[in-house]
DNA sequence: GAGTTTGAAACT
DNA sequence: CAGTTTCAAACTC
């Protein structure tokens, strides 16, 4: 393990090196928006977060290069110790620092802060700020590096100035020196991206030197972590906040198109103003694949991000859409770094292939910041990240979730998952993702020969060429109902489920954000509750894109791992370990939705949510208690199984496995028979009027013969009649006819014993015969007639014959009887 | 959509 | 363990 730590030391630094090999200075050039215009209009705010990006993927240990217009950005292999941190965005007040105001357009002067906030004890994460002061008349263009020393709350600002002429592409092109800034543990690396003027200025402990090369490509960062083992210290996140100053509520918009031909994709921040009252300054995170599916994402820039280790690794690129008074809107963009379950990175959808302008003033944004409170406008994001810090640390203002690398929550089972983290409030993170077999996770954008394929920000996981998604949503904990917000119509159709607070429309939710590290993801089951220590972390509630596939086509070999309800199985294996993980945006999940159908791709229906009225969702009544999951856009009334009677629910569930303790484990498995690939009701069914053909009978539900194990009356769910399993269809029927024969002679007998038993006496002690017809005898005939007419129809027999037969077998029965009272009378 | 039927689950 | 009741889904109209 210190080995890794070493090599993780290196690998933290290493991205620096690859990158002064790979990248040239007209190479970051090209990064620079090109744009005659010197006043920064939304393409410089793409600039700046492609920047943002690259510095995220920097701090991601990621190795960046550019090969003209495109970014190609690979990842280094990881060691669980390198791991970045969590990060967890942070909005409202506190954004004061950390808020980025730019002009939107018509300004010349442009001011640009790089804030990196080293280390801080609570939040260890770079903060980049882009700011730009509005309707000041400057003549100068700066940039600012904003470095606190030490996290002690100092701020050293590096100020690298330029006179007033320099365009605005130059000092874009400045700008984009920094995305080499890497802030982890002090260090902070400036690198000029113009030619003949490298700078590199580094940040270690606080200070801040500045150099100049001349020659990026020999900027190669030495500097080693000098507290690899300290997680406070790993500046891994980087926080962009763009703000739009002119409007009372900035927005910032990422959009990206992907053309399947060009692949190309823009990040664009766009003002749009908005009515929103908010006063806590809700973050909205969205990812570019979000923003790509949205059809957002703009062609004119391009950025490639391209897997260069093996295990490849993709980028979540949060964005949070502001809107509050506090003017701000807080961009965040987060490497993922999985080691074992590499993330991919999500091609935007076709539909998306629209090209967008960037014009600002015009933008409107799909996710305004309007009061509208609809999931699809103001998506929560959760960042999911892998993380191999230990347990429990929280990570970014309070706001941050780490699941420890090593906690392993790994379950089977569809259920809320609970991290145990130490401290205050309880996080719950509901991972709900596709259970796959496959063992390999492919990036599926990647560099491609042309070098013009896309990238796609987002993390996502592609497993056997499905694609997996894991949405992140916030749950509230507090509630007592959750608020169903997707639309009910998508209900049937998708099997998509989200979780929102009910208390708060989603403008508001700007704290729900949690950071789980994308590995960790990988590895929760689905419907885990994640629990957080941060009081001030916003509940979160992980739901599956693709609504749970926990039931593999190996049904019974997934559901012998199915876990009690709210209860963790460390043992269980996640399917979906390598399956595609996807922080996407309910815009995401709506464009999902419509990919859904009722029918998983696996066969698997979507639950079908509840309508529980009197068991509180509380018993096995409950399909969704029953089968470990929380109630979820259902139409239950008192509803306590949720997370917000999480006590009272295992109470239920302690209850439940007193009665039957397999009151959890799948009804439906294998038959123990060696090779018998049979499904099997392992209860069996007690069917008595449905003839176990209707879907009362859960075998037949289950579209499953009817087996020993049922106890069920007239049973005709049997074999399906194939050629192959007629003989047994047939040796059933014949087996049938056999026991109604037996049974017709069983109850011959019995009336011939009752026919010789003494017969009953009158008060007299005088034997009479009519005292033979007492209601047994009387019943005992009756089944005889029956008998015979069962036996008729089951020969077909016509009508007539069929009556004659049962007439014969009454006057058989008769004759019993009267011989009967004749021999009693003779004895 | 209301009412009925059904069988599993819960209860006694 | 059996009988009864409760419950929610399935079904019917």
């Given at each position: 393990?210190?080995?890794?730590?070493?090599?993780?030391?290196?690998?933290?630094?290493?991205?620096?090196?690859?990158?002064?090999?790979?990248?040239?200075?007209?190479?970051?050039?090209?990064?620079?928006?090109?744009?005659?215009?010197?006043?920064?209009?939304?393409?410089?705010?793409?600039?700046?977060?492609?920047?943002?990006?690259?510095?995220?993927?920097?701090?991601?240990?990621?190795?960046?290069?550019?090969?003209?217009?495109?970014?190609?950005?690979?990842?280094?292999?990881?060691?669980?110790?390198?791991?970045?941190?969590?990060?967890?965005?942070?909005?409202?007040?506190?954004?004061?620092?950390?808020?980025?105001?730019?002009?939107?357009?018509?300004?010349?002067?442009?001011?640009?802060?790089?804030?990196?906030?080293?280390?801080?004890?609570?939040?260890?994460?770079?903060?980049?700020?882009?700011?730009?002061?509005?309707?000041?008349?400057?003549?100068?263009?700066?940039?600012?590096?904003?470095?606190?020393?030490?996290?002690?709350?100092?701020?050293?600002?590096?100020?690298?100035?330029?006179?007033?002429?320099?365009?605005?592409?130059?000092?874009?092109?400045?700008?984009?020196?920094?995305?080499?800034?890497?802030?982890?543990?002090?260090?902070?690396?400036?690198?000029?991206?113009?030619?003949?003027?490298?700078?590199?200025?580094?940040?270690?402990?606080?200070?801040?030197?500045?150099?100049?090369?001349?020659?990026?490509?020999?900027?190669?960062?030495?500097?080693?972590?000098?507290?690899?083992?300290?997680?406070?210290?790993?500046?891994?996140?980087?926080?962009?906040?763009?703000?739009?100053?002119?409007?009372?509520?900035?927005?910032?918009?990422?959009?990206?198109?992907?053309?399947?031909?060009?692949?190309?994709?823009?990040?664009?921040?766009?003002?749009?103003?908005?009515?929103?009252?908010?006063?806590?300054?809700?973050?909205?995170?969205?990812?570019?694949?979000?923003?790509?599916?949205?059809?957002?994402?703009?062609?004119?820039?391009?950025?490639?991000?391209?897997?260069?280790?093996?295990?490849?690794?993709?980028?979540?690129?949060?964005?949070?859409?502001?809107?509050?008074?506090?003017?701000?809107?807080?961009?965040?963009?987060?490497?993922?770094?999985?080691?074992?379950?590499?993330?991919?990175?999500?091609?935007?959808?076709?539909?998306?292939?629209?090209?967008?302008?960037?014009?600002?003033?015009?933008?409107?944004?799909?996710?305004?910041?309007?009061?509208?409170?609809?999931?699809?406008?103001?998506?929560?994001?959760?960042?999911?990240?892998?993380?191999?810090?230990?347990?429990?640390?929280?990570?970014?203002?309070?706001?941050?979730?780490?699941?420890?690398?090593?906690?392993?929550i790994v379950t089977g089972s569809n259920q809320v998952h609970?991290?145990?983290?130490?401290?205050?409030?309880?996080?719950?993170v509901r991972l709900v993702s596709t259970p796959s077999s496959g063992?390999?996770?492919?990036?599926?954008?990647?560099?491609?020969?042309?070098?013009?394929?896309?990238?796609?920000?987002?993390?996502?996981q592609?497993l056997g060429?499905q694609q997996q998604i894991v949405k992140?949503?916030?749950?509230?904990?507090?509630?007592?109902?959750?608020?169903?917000?997707?639309?009910?119509?998508?209900?049937?159709?998708s099997g998509q489920r989200?979780l929102?607070?009910?208390?708060?429309?989603?403008?508001?939710?700007?704290?729900?954000?949690?950071?789980?590290?994308?590995?960790?993801l990988s590895q929760l089951a689905s419907g885990q509750a994640?629990?957080?220590?941060?009081?001030?972390?916003?509940?979160?509630v992980v739901l599956p894109a693709q609504y749970i596939q926990q039931q593999s086509a190996d049904d019974a070999k997934l559901k012998s791992q199915q876990a009690t309800p709210g209860l963790l199985s460390n043992s269980q294996n996640l399917q979906s370990s390598t399956g595609t993980i996807?922080?996407?945006?309910?815009?995401?999940?709506?464009?999902?939705?419509?990919?859904y159908?009722s029918v998983e791709p696996n066969g698997i229906r979507p639950r079908k949510p509840?309508?529980?009225?009197?068991?509180?969702?509380?018993?096995?009544?409950?399909d969704c208690f029953a089968n470990g999951e929380f109630c979820h856009m259902?139409?239950?009334?008192?509803?306590?199984n949720?997370?917000?009677?999480?006590?009272?629910?295992?109470?239920?569930?302690?209850?439940?496995?007193?009665?039957?303790?397999?009151?959890f484990r799948p009804k439906i498995g294998?038959?123990?028979?060696?090779?018998?690939?049979?499904r099997?009701?392992?209860?069996?069914?007690?069917?008595?009027?449905?003839?176990?053909?209707?879907?009362?009978?859960?075998?037949?539900?289950a579209?499953?013969?009817?087996?020993?194990?049922?106890?069920?009356?007239?049973?005709?769910?049997?074999?399906?009649?194939?050629?192959?399993?007629?003989?047994?269809?047939?040796?059933?029927?014949?087996?049938?006819?056999?026991?109604?024969?037996?049974?017709?002679?069983?109850?011959?007998?019995?009336?011939?014993?009752?026919?010789?038993?003494?017969?009953?006496?009158?008060?007299?002690?005088?034997?009479?015969?009519?005292?033979?017809?007492?209601?047994?005898?009387?019943?005992?005939?009756?089944?005889?007639?029956?008998?015979?007419?069962?036996?008729?129809?089951?020969?077909?027999?016509?009508?007539?014959?069929?009556?004659?037969?049962?007439?014969?077998?009454?006057?058989?029965?008769?004759?019993?009887?009267?011989?009967?009272?004749?021999?009693?009378?003779?004895?």
């Open positions: 393990m210190s080995v890794n730590k070493g090599q993780n030391a290196r690998a933290l630094v290493e991205p620096l090196a690859l990158d002064s090999r790979t990248l040239g200075d007209g190479d970051l050039s090209a990064l620079a928006l090109s744009h005659n215009n010197e006043q920064y209009s939304s393409n410089d705010f793409e600039a700046f977060a492609n920047i943002q990006a690259e510095l995220e993927c920097m701090n991601a240990e990621e190795v960046m290069t550019t090969d003209e217009e495109h970014i190609i950005i690979g990842r280094n292999i990881e060691t669980e110790t390198i791991v970045p941190d969590v990060e967890m965005t942070e909005v409202s007040e506190q954004a004061q620092e950390e808020h980025i105001i730019y002009t939107t357009a018509n300004q010349n002067n442009q001011n640009i802060v790089f804030q990196t906030k080293p280390t801080l004890q609570r939040l260890p994460a770079s903060t980049v700020q882009v700011k730009s002061n509005v309707g000041q008349v400057t003549q100068s263009q700066s940039i600012m590096i904003v470095s606190p020393a030490g996290g002690q709350g100092t701020s050293q600002i590096l100020k690298i100035s330029h006179p007033s002429t320099a365009s605005a592409g130059q000092l874009q092109s400045l700008a984009q020196t920094l995305i080499t800034a890497k802030s982890a543990d002090n260090i902070v690396q400036l690198r000029s991206a113009q030619p003949n003027k490298p700078v590199m200025a580094t940040s270690h402990s606080g200070n801040i030197t500045l150099g100049s090369v001349q020659n990026a490509k020999t900027v190669q960062s030495a500097i080693k972590r000098t507290a690899q083992s300290t997680s406070q210290n790993r500046n891994v996140y980087t926080k962009m906040i763009l703000a739009g100053n002119q409007t009372p509520s900035g927005q910032v918009l990422i959009t990206s198109s992907q053309n399947e031909n060009q692949q190309t994709q823009a990040i664009k921040f766009l003002n749009n103003s908005t009515s929103s009252q908010d006063v806590t300054s809700p973050a909205k995170t969205i990812t570019l694949a979000q923003a790509q599916q949205m059809g957002l994402l703009s062609t004119n820039k391009v950025q490639h991000i391209l897997p260069s280790s093996p295990q490849k690794q993709g980028i979540i690129v949060n964005k949070l859409v502001q809107s509050s008074s506090s003017q701000t809107s807080k961009m965040t963009l987060v490497p993922s770094n999985t080691i074992k379950s590499p993330t991919k990175i999500l091609p935007a959808p076709t539909m998306n292939t629209q090209v967008k302008t960037s014009t600002i003033s015009n933008q409107q944004s799909t996710f305004s910041s309007s009061n509208k409170s609809t999931v699809q406008q103001s998506p929560q994001k959760v960042i999911i990240r892998q993380s191999s810090l230990k347990p429990g640390t929280v990570l970014g203002s309070g706001q941050v979730i780490r699941i420890p690398a090593n906690q392993n609970q991290i145990q983290m130490p401290s205050r409030q309880v996080q719950y063992t390999t996770n492919v990036v599926t954008v990647g560099k491609t020969k042309s070098q013009t394929t896309l990238q796609t920000v987002g993390v996502g592609k060429g992140v949503v916030p749950l509230n904990t507090n509630n007592q109902s959750l608020r169903t917000v997707a639309p009910k119509a998508t209900l049937t159709g989200l929102i607070p009910a208390t708060a429309t989603v403008s508001n939710q700007s704290k729900n954000a949690v950071a789980i590290p994308a590995s960790a994640v629990l957080s220590t941060n009081s001030n972390v916003g509940n979160i996807s922080v996407g945006s309910v815009l995401e999940n709506k464009t999902s939705q419509r990919s159908t509840c309508n529980c009225t009197k068991s509180q969702c509380l018993k096995l009544y409950c259902c139409n239950c009334n008192n509803c306590s949720n997370l917000g009677n999480e006590e009272e629910r295992q109470r239920a569930i302690k209850s439940c496995l007193e009665r039957n303790p397999n009151a294998k038959g123990r028979e060696t090779g018998d690939d049979i099997r009701h392992n209860k069996g069914c007690n069917c008595k009027r449905s003839g176990c053909l209707k879907n009362y009978c859960e075998c037949y539900e579209k499953i013969p009817c087996s020993a194990n049922c106890k069920c009356i007239g049973c005709r769910n049997v074999e399906e009649p194939n050629l192959e399993k007629k003989s047994l269809k047939d040796l059933a029927e014949a087996a049938e006819v056999r026991t109604a024969q037996l049974t017709l002679n069983k109850t011959k007998l019995q009336l011939s014993e009752m026919a010789f038993r003494p017969p009953a006496t009158s008060n007299t002690g005088a034997r009479q015969p009519f005292n033979f017809l007492t209601d047994k005898v009387v019943q005992i005939t009756c089944e005889c007639l029956m008998a015979q007419a069962d036996e008729a129809e089951r020969n077909m027999f016509d009508d007539e014959t069929s009556q004659r037969l049962i007439i014969e077998e009454f006057g058989r029965c008769l004759k019993e009887i009267i011989e009967s009272a004749h021999k009693a009378e003779a004895t």
